[in-house]
């Protein structure tokens, strides 16, 4: 084999970094939102200095936004997959368990952190516009889990609504699922799918919420 060139090493080194400042600043970007993001504590999170981080991100919000339409990109692949399944039960079930599968692997360390996606609006122009794009073609994609001959019942603003729910799952998840061992992903998952497929309470039921005491 054909030792590679100085060039495609070099290429390999600048994504390799890359990715590891984009690793770092999505944990603090969690930790922290955008207004909390820095580029020095991003740099000092992989022993640079801030100036050899802006070689790659000119700007914080060129750093987040790159963080975001990561993990943008990771969920549209995790949809494109799970609609390739021919019913949407099984789309769903399908779904959920690439997305806790992508999470067991980010707990260690096997695949990049997934970002809080909803940070999108605390970006300024033009970089939230651009975000926003890649965010509406995830979500067209999740969309076509409900697409079925067997929903059409659904009208499209329902199928928007569910869309709307399924991906504030995912969006969230890091941030509860955290109380939680991988090993439970299994069970969590399931349990998952049969709220988005039969809701919370049981057949029959009925919605009686009791009344909080308002006394002291």
């Given at each position: ?6 060039a495609?090493?070099?290429?390999d ?7 590891a400042?984009l ?6 970007l ?49 949809a ?19 997305y806790l ?5 980010t ?16 970006l300024?122009s033009?970089?939230?516009e ?9 979500f ?6 409900f697409e079925h001959s ?13 869309t ?7 969006f ?12 439970d ?7 998952m ?9 049981p ?14």
């Amino acid at each position: 084999m054909a030792p590679r060139s100085a060039a495609a090493r070099s290429t390999d080194r600048f994504e390799r970094k890359r990715e590891a400042i984009l690793d770092a600043a999505t944990h603090i970007l969690n930790r922290k939102g955008i207004k909390g993001l820095t580029l020095g504590d991003t740099a000092a999170a992989v022993d640079l200095s801030t100036t050899s981080v802006t070689y790659y991100f000119k700007r914080k919000d060129d750093l987040a936004a790159a963080c975001i339409t990561r993990g943008i990109e990771t969920l549209h692949a995790i949809a494109e997959a799970a609609i390739k399944a021919p019913t949407p039960p099984e789309r769903l079930h399908g779904f959920f368990t690439r997305y806790l599968d992508t999470l067991k692997l980010t707990v260690t360390g096997a695949a990049p952190p997934l970002p809080v996606i909803s940070e999108l609006r605390a970006l300024s122009s033009p970089r939230r516009e651009e975000v926003a794009q890649a965010y509406g073609r995830l979500f067209r994609k999740a969309r076509q889990i409900f697409e079925h001959s067997d929903m059409l019942w659904m009208s499209r603003g329902r199928r928007t609504a569910r869309t709307r729910m399924l991906l504030e799952q995912v969006f969230w998840g890091g941030a509860w699922l955290a109380k939680y061992d991988p090993e439970d992903y299994p069970r969590i998952r399931d349990r998952m799918v049969d709220i988005f497929l039969h809701g919370v309470a049981p057949a029959g039921a009925a919605w009686e919420p009791t009344p909080i005491s308002m006394e002291t």
